[in-house]
């Protein structure tokens, strides 16, 4: 059981290029949710989802888009990066809304 | 507005015990949870407390006062591999969570 996994690992973008970041679970967790995490910022979370077929934004939505067609993938993608859009993305998911979220490894996205 | 308070860093003695103190102020409250992060990894979850009172597991403890809006996390007998970040976060009345900064924890021997 592999839990839940990002792609790429880590990424240089150039700005204005666009990018989708990769997230898989194997756990059939309803909620998913993708996060980023800049240094003496904590998680803030970008979009979610309640269960496959509905989205929503969070904090930080701007310039970011997602889908959720199925249970397993949760795809994020930046239209048109920019370097305020560097940082490290997380991808997690839980059983519902309520439960523990579990994370992916992270993904290093540098946009110059 | 919605915020949790936690302190940036810490530093603790090997074999010792430490407590990290969590403050939230969030519209409506449905639980907290603490999560373990070492440098460059995804965070971990340690514990979630919805209800008043201690948690143990282990070596770790978690305290939860809804009346207060506080939470803390006890570790006891660190071990060098206790060092990394403390992540607090609280279920919003809109079942969000809204995390803390977190809290680098040093460990030296």
């Known amino acids: 059981i592999a839990g839940i996994t990002q792609a790429p690992t880590s990424q240089i973008l150039a700005a204005g290029r666009r990018m989708t970041l990769r997230c898989t679970q194997d756990?059939?967790?309803?909620?998913m949710y993708w996060y980023r995490q800049d240094l003496g910022l904590g998680l803030r979370l970008i979009h979610y989802?309640?269960?496959?077929?509905?989205?929503g934004k969070g904090e930080v939505p701007d310039g970011y888009s997602v889908s959720r067609a199925n249970t397993d993938d949760f795809p994020l993608t930046l239209a048109s990066a920019v370097p305020s859009q560097t940082s490290v993305y997380f991808c997690?998911?839980?059983?519902?809304?309520?439960?523990?979220?579990?994370f992916g490894p992270g993904t290093r996205l540098t946009v110059l | 507005g919605q915020n949790i308070d936690q302190p940036t860093e810490m530093t603790a003695t090997e074999g010792a015990i430490v407590q990290i103190n969590c403050t939230y102020q969030?519209?409506?409250?449905?639980?907290l949870f603490w999560y373990q992060q070492h440098a460059g990894e995804a965070p971990t979850f340690l514990s979630y407390n919805v209800l008043d009172g201690l948690e143990e597991k282990g070596r770790f403890s978690s305290f939860l006062s809804r009346s207060k809006g506080y939470s803390y996390l006890l570790l006891k007998e660190l071990q060098m591999k206790d060092s990394a970040s403390y992540l607090c976060a609280a279920i919003d009345s809109n079942y969000q969570l809204i995390w803390g900064a977190g809290t680098k924890l040093i460990i030296k021997p």
């Open positions: 997690a998911s839980s059983r519902s809304t309520t439960d523990t979220q579990y």
């Open positions: 989802s309640n269960t496959a077929g509905t989205t």
């Open positions: 756990m059939r967790h309803n909620a």
């Open positions: 969030t519209s409506g409250f449905n639980g």
